[in-house]
């Protein structure tokens, strides 16, 4: 039985094992003025500007919005790539409860709109990932993990979306030089599948720095308790996950959470925080 009632919060499955969060992405009704998508932009850019560039906007140019556009297609094209390596799970009552749980806070996230999608993976191992401009992949074991209970799933997918609000994995793109050449040769979808087939699906899965993750895990937080949830609940999930670690020899959550700080670092910085 889930912790919350999946009829309290709105929110429907588009197609199996993919849920659009914050509605369909906006539709362009002029022609950008940056008519390359951010890979493109990336390839055509020397690899010094690419490594110098501190965030989509230095790199490509044009507007704000321009850039903004440009990684959401970014985001999109990568997420295509992905799918063709990584099997979903078969959709069922957990996966709709997660897309909508999303979509709750995908609606209270007031920096930056961006159209979240979340997909639930079929891998064996507890394993989450964000991308440029909205999508997040987040692995069936890993939504077990937190046992049907609302707030803690909320605070697994908050955390992916601070990373991509805060522009993390697109910082990591944007100064990855061996996108550079590569993307000369190629562009959209084929450039982003030839990416992740070689180093970028690695790059993107590995750690963050320790004060991004802490960054992500307090976004996270202040994101449950702006929608109207337990914003606690995060350290709950935390201390459940350091307790069920400890007490065997091999880590529950497998390579997950070893690329984050420890578990119980995590817990204080949230406490300490939230105390002031």
């Not at 914050?22 to 890979?39: D, E, I, M, S, Y």
């Not at 993107?204 to 320790?210: E, I, K, N, P, V």
């Not at 007490?247 to 105390?275: C, F, W």
Request: glycine residues 10%.
């Amino acid at each position: 039985m889930m912790g919350k009632d999946l009829r309290a919060i709105e929110g429907s499955a588009v197609i199996a094992g993919c849920y659009n969060l914050a509605g369909a992405a906006p539709q362009v009704t002029r022609r950008c003025a940056v008519a390359k998508t951010l890979f493109e932009a990336i390839g055509y850019a020397l690899g010094q500007k690419a490594a110098q560039a501190r965030n989509a906007f230095d790199l490509v140019g044009g507007t704000e919005e321009d850039s903004l556009r440009a990684e959401i297609r970014l985001g999109r094209d990568m997420a295509a790539a992905l799918l063709g390596r990584v099997p979903l799970a078969e959709e069922n009552d957990a996966i709709r409860f997660a897309a909508q749980i999303g979509r709750w806070l995908a609606g209270n996230v007031k920096e930056r709109k961006l159209p979240f999608i979340v997909r639930v993976t079929a891998e064996r191992e507890p394993n989450a990932l964000a991308l440029p401009g909205g999508p997040i992949f987040v692995s069936w074991p890993l939504l077990e993990m937190c046992q049907g209970q609302r707030d803690e799933i909320a605070f697994v997918l908050g955390h992916e979306m601070a990373h991509i609000v805060r522009q993390h994995p697109l910082k990591r793109i944007v100064k990855d030089a061996a996108l550079s050449l590569l993307l000369r040769q190629s562009s959209g979808r084929r450039a982003a599948s030839a990416w992740l087939s070689k180093a970028g699906h690695q790059l993107l899965g590995c750690a963050y720095s320790r004060d991004d993750e802490l960054e992500a895990d307090v976004f996270a937080a202040a994101l449950i308790g702006t929608a109207g949830g337990d914003a606690l609940a995060g350290e709950r999930l935390l201390e459940k996950l350091a307790q069920e670690t400890s007490v065997q020899s091999v880590g529950i959550a497998g390579d997950y959470l070893t690329t984050h700080p420890p578990l119980m670092e995590r817990v204080a910085n949230l406490r300490a925080r939230r105390r002031g």
